[in-house]
């Protein structure tokens, strides 16, 4: 079976609205601060070794815990310069990647799981009213569309269930002029859009005004504990504090114990030119809303603040050994099939050219969300597993780690989400051929109406998984 985004487009056209597209997030294009790197050996309270959402969050809410506490984050390239910097923008209510995956892997807490996500979406919301962050943010909902029949009947039971507003094939598309959508889901309150790079830098502002020091261009090398501190070797010295949260996400963990249980999976991402409020009208789209659809392999999509469409999704890509590479960015293929699909989406935009292409890697479990951990006696937090839906995660993640650096038990550290972790990825070449079958299998479930073959089937049975 075809599906939709099989359909035929003109590749004169893709190459045309391609040809001046600038290799680079978007997002990054706006002024930045520079912040030292580190001078030599140090000692502080807690350091925070990773300098985007998760470090960053940590960070700002030790010192409103603490404002005596010396607070440091260290980043081994600029602060927000990989994911942070790179994302769709989406800020999701969902701390479990989604309701379904939330619901089969921790079904006597998913109520309180999403209860507790959507007070961290409110409370994201109020931190960046208090301190002032202009970050483009809008409370926007999503809309998740079908672009499939099979598809229809899952956004309806989803509407059932309660995680939104049905809309039939009219509705939808008075809402957004697509001929691909068949049905849509919306969901008005858990979900924003942000500038995801002005948050970076807007976090970092408030840290810093907070006291905490930050230091940019120092990778931090190794980690040991030390009697009664943890000891981080970087070029410049060695950094002594009594407690270190790492968030560095997709690249490799200075915890031998953690390496295994993520992999790196690159996303790629186009944005078009800014729309003139001509090509506007001619799609809708009055609410602002995010949108993704609901394949396996899924676009997501949504207008920025000058009215550029952020396309990305679909592919998702691993590369053999785990490597987190620069050279796996500009991959034209993928840009072309991303165009491609854009342009099927949205055919009345054919005048429309893409400005930027950019990817970036997102740090994949087999659970889909974030996990944690405690090592060095109690001393060292980390947390990893995003998987693509960590602007919003990424806050409450930070509050999880200060609550287990603390040691004292909260609601959150009490959860079977923290307390247990995702299995491990096999070790290579096991991981690369089993992710590439994932992936093949996932595709045939697109083009056979969703129905998931063996291998999926299995996979469900003992809790593993990929995501697009």
């Known amino acids: 079976m075809q599906t939709v985004f099989d359909r035929n487009v003109d590749p004169d056209l893709i190459a045309r609205a391609?040809?001046?597209?600038?290799?680079?997030?978007?997002?990054?294009?706006i002024p930045r601060p520079d912040y030292p790197a580190l001078p030599g050996e140090l000692t502080t309270d807690l350091l925070v070794v990773g300098g985007g959402y998760a470090g960053l969050w940590t960070a700002l809410h030790a010192k409103e815990r603490n404002p005596q506490a010396r607070v440091t984050l260290i980043e081994a390239e600029r602060v927000g310069w990989a994911a942070s910097g790179r994302n769709g923008g989406f800020v999701e209510a969902s701390i479990t990647h989604g309701a379904q995956n939330g619901k089969s892997r921790w079904p006597t807490e998913f109520e309180q799981l999403e209860k507790l996500g959507l007070a961290n979406l409110d409370g994201m919301q109020a931190d960046i009213a208090k301190y002032g962050m202009q970050v483009d943010w809008e409370r926007s909902g999503m809309l998740a569309v079908a672009t499939e029949p099979h598809q229809v009947e899952w956004l309806r039971e989803g509407a059932e269930v309660g995680e939104g507003r049905f809309l039939d094939q009219a509705a939808v598309r008075a809402e957004v002029a697509s001929p691909t959508y068949l049905a849509g889901l919306v969901a008005a309150e858990t979900c924003a859009i942000v500038h995801p790079a002005r948050l970076v830098c807007e976090l970092a502002r408030a840290c810093t005004e907070a006291g905490?020091?930050?230091?940019?261009h120092t990778p931090a090398l190794a980690v040991q504990r030390e009697g009664r501190s943890v000891q981080v070797t970087t070029r410049a010295g060695v950094i002594t504090a009594d407690q270190v949260v790492l968030a560095?996400?997709?690249?490799p963990s200075l915890l031998k114990r953690n390496r295994l249980h993520t992999v790196p999976v690159y996303d790629y991402v186009l944005a078009t030119e800014p729309l003139t409020a001509e090509q506007l009208d001619r799609i809708g789209w009055q609410s602002r809303q995010g949108i993704g659809d609901s394949a396996n392999q899924f676009h997501y999509y949504r207008l920025s603040a000058d009215n550029r469409i952020v396309?990305?999704?679909y592919d998702a890509v691993y590369h053999y050994g785990r490597r987190v590479d620069s050279m796996y960015e500009d991959r034209p293929e993928t840009y072309r099939k991303l165009a491609a699909h854009f342009f099927i989406t949205f055919p009345q935009l054919e005048d429309v050219r893409f400005s930027h292409r950019w990817a970036g890697a997102i740090d994949t479990n087999t659970r889909f969300c974030a996990h944690?951990?405690?090592?060095?006696?109690?001393?060292i937090a980390y947390v990893n597993g995003f998987t693509g839906l960590g602007v919003?995660?990424?806050r409450f993640a930070a509050d999880v780690c200060l609550d287990l650096l603390?040691?004292?038990p909260t609601e959150r550290t009490e959860l079977e989400m923290v307390n247990r972790k995702p299995l491990p990825f096999p070790p290579e070449p096991v991981a690369s051929i089993g992710i590439q079958a994932t992936r093949w299998s996932l595709n045939q479930a697109d083009h056979n109406a969703g129905k998931r073959n063996v291998f999926l089937r299995t996979l469900d049975r003992l809790g593993l998984g990929f995501d697009s």
């Not at 391609?18 to 294009?29: C, H, K, T």
């Open 392 to 394: 919003g995660a990424a």
């Open 311 to 313: 396309w990305g999704g």
């Open 18 to 29: 391609l040809g001046s597209a600038v290799f680079g997030s978007m997002w990054l294009d």
């Open 248 to 251: 560095t996400n997709v690249f």
């Open 372 to 379: 944690w951990g405690l090592a060095g006696r109690g001393r």
């Open 406 to 408: 603390d040691g004292h």
């Open 212 to 216: 905490v020091q930050i230091f940019e």
